[in-house]
Nanobody
Framework: QLQLVESGGGLVQPGGSLRLSCAASGRFFDYYAIGWFRQVPGKEREGVSCISGAGGVQHYGEFAKGRFIASRDNAKNTADLQMNDLKPEDSAVYVC?????????????????????WGPGIQVTVSS
């Protein structure tokens, strides 16, 4: 079982960068794929990125490709999301999620229904 908590959110100007972190408590963190999602009121939760347990495989939503980078440090039980060239439409609550899995398929890991554990989420606001 994992407990997840996000940090690093806040207010940033358009074109700026933020680095979100997802800290996990629990054992065998490297057995878990980590996903990042975002949600705005009135919309479905949207897949941002996912990263395999060892960190060697990542997948991204179309809007995130070329701007966002997922990484993890299994020694510290953390997974990060570096977000660059942020736009106002990136404003949302960002949430990390985890699922114990040996494989990472783009068709499933960007879907919210695949995950078992969720953090509470953190607000990111992109505004001048």
């Amino acid at each position: 079982q994992l407990q997840l908590v996000e940090s690093g959110g806040g207010l940033v100007q358009p074109g700026g960068s933020l680095r979100l972190s997802c800290a996990a408590s629990g054992r065998f963190f490297d057995y878990y794929a980590i996903g990042w999602f975002r949600q705005v009121p009135g919309k479905e939760r949207e897949g941002v990125s996912c990263i395999s347990g060892a960190g060697g495989v990542q997948h991204y939503g179309e809007f995130a490709k070329g701007r966002f980078i997922a990484s993890r440090d299994n020694a510290k039980n953390t997974a990060d999301l570096q977000m660059n060239d942020l736009k106002p439409e990136d404003s949302a609550v960002y949430v990390c999620a985890a699922r114990r899995s040996a494989v990472l398929d783009a068709g499933t890991c960007l879907g919210a229904g695949w995950y078992t554990y969720w953090g509470p989420g953190i607000q990111v606001t992109v505004s001048s």
